[in-house]
C-alpha cells in the first residue's frame, strides 16, 4: 500500500518533532521534574512572599539594589553563579552580612540538559562551595539556569537531598529586555499571592527597567499586607507540608 507508506512519511516527522516539543517543555516546567522535591511556591495563607534575583553576583548592580532593599527592610534571595561568586567573593559576603540568603544557580550557567553526571556534580558542588566560603551555613537552596531540568539534574539534586527551587511569578522573563518598569510592577502586583516566588534580572545593565521597579514591588506588595522574606524563612513557615515531591516513578 504506497498510499499507507506515504502517510507515515509524512506523519513521523511530525510526530518527532511533537514529541521533541513535549520532552522539551517538561524540562523547563515550573512545577514539575523527573526526580525530588520542586518548590515553584508554597501553599501558605499568611501574607509572605520571597523576592530572587537570579545570576550576578554584579558589583554596580548591588550597589543600586542593595540599599533599596536596605531601606525597606527587604530580604531576599541571590541565585548566583559561582563563576561570578568565584571572581567576586566579597559579593557574596556583602549579601550575607546583610541578611540576605544565597542560592546556587550553577557555575556557568549552561542549560544543564543532556549534560554528563560529572558535569552536573562539578556545576553544583563548586559553586556551593564557593557559597560555604561566603560564609552560608545551612541547606543551600538551586535553581537550574533558564529552569531547565532534564533528567541527569534532578537525579543528583535527589540523591544529595536538595531542594530545586523555580517560581510562581516572573514579570521580565517574557518580555525580557524590552519590558518596561511599570509593566513588570503591574504584573507582580497583579500575579503574587501569599507564598509566592518571584524571580527578577537585575544584575547586567540591560536589566534597568527590572530594577527600577524593585522598589515599586516592594512599595506595592507592602501596600497589600505583604511580608518579605527569604525562601529558607518562606519554606521553613510551613515545615509540615513544605516538601511536595514530583510524583513520577523512577524510570
Ligand atoms: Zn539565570
Same mark, same amino acid.
Given at each position: 500500500m504506497w498510499r499507507r507508506w506515504q502517510a507515515w512519511v509524512l506523519l513521523l516527522p511530525l510526530l518527532l518533532i511533537?514529541?521533541?516539543?513535549?520532552?522539551?517543555n517538561l524540562c523547563k516546567s515550573r512545577t514539575f521534574q523527573v526526580a525530588g522535591v520542586l518548590v515553584a511556591r508554597v501553599e501558605t495563607e499568611?501574607?509572605?512572599?520571597?523576592?530572587?534575583f537570579d545570576d550576578g553576583p554584579n558589583a554596580n548592580a548591588l550597589a543600586a539594589l542593595l540599599p533599596i532593599l536596605a531601606a525597606h527592610g527587604v530580604q531576599a534571595t541571590f541565585f548566583v553563579t559561582g563563576a561570578e561568586l568565584e571572581r567576586h567573593p566579597e559579593l557574596g559576603q556583602q549579601l550575607l552580612a546583610a541578611g540576605h540568603e544565597l542560592g546556587n544557580h =550553577?557555575?556557568?550557567?549552561?542549560?544543564m540538559v543532556f549534560k554528563s553526571a560529572a558535569f552536573v556534580e562539578n556545576e553544583i558542588e563548586r559553586t556551593d562551595a564557593l557559597i560555604r566560603a561566603a560564609g552560608a551555613e545551612g541547606e543551600i537552596l538551586f535553581r537550574p539556569p533558564y529552569g531547565a531540568k532534564g533528567i541527569t539534574l534532578p537525579r543528583y539534586l535527589e540523591r544529595t537531598g536538595r531542594r530545586t527551587i523555580m517560581w510562581d511569578v516572573e514579570p521580565d522573563s517574557k518580555r525580557g529586555k524590552t519590558a518596561t518598569s511599570e509593566r513588570i510592577t503591574e504584573t507582580t502586583l497583579a500575579e503574587t499571592r501569599p507564598g509566592s516566588i518571584i524571580?527578577?534580572?537585575?544584575?547586567?545593565? =540591560?536589566?534597568?527597567?527590572?530594577?527600577?521597579?524593585?522598589p515599586r514591588i516592594i512599595e506595592g506588595l507592602k501596600a497589600r499586607g505583604y511580608n518579605f522574606v527569604t525562601v529558607s524563612a518562606l519554606l521553613d513557615s510551613t515545615s509540615p507540608t513544605k516538601a511536595q515531591p514530583s510524583a513520577m516513578p523512577e524510570a
Open positions: 511533537m514529541t521533541t516539543a513535549a520532552v522539551w499568611a501574607p509572605m512572599v520571597a523576592l530572587t =550553577s557555575f556557568s550557567h549552561q542549560r524571580l527578577l534580572h537585575v544584575m547586567y545593565p =540591560s536589566r534597568q527597567a527590572s530594577l527600577a521597579a524593585v
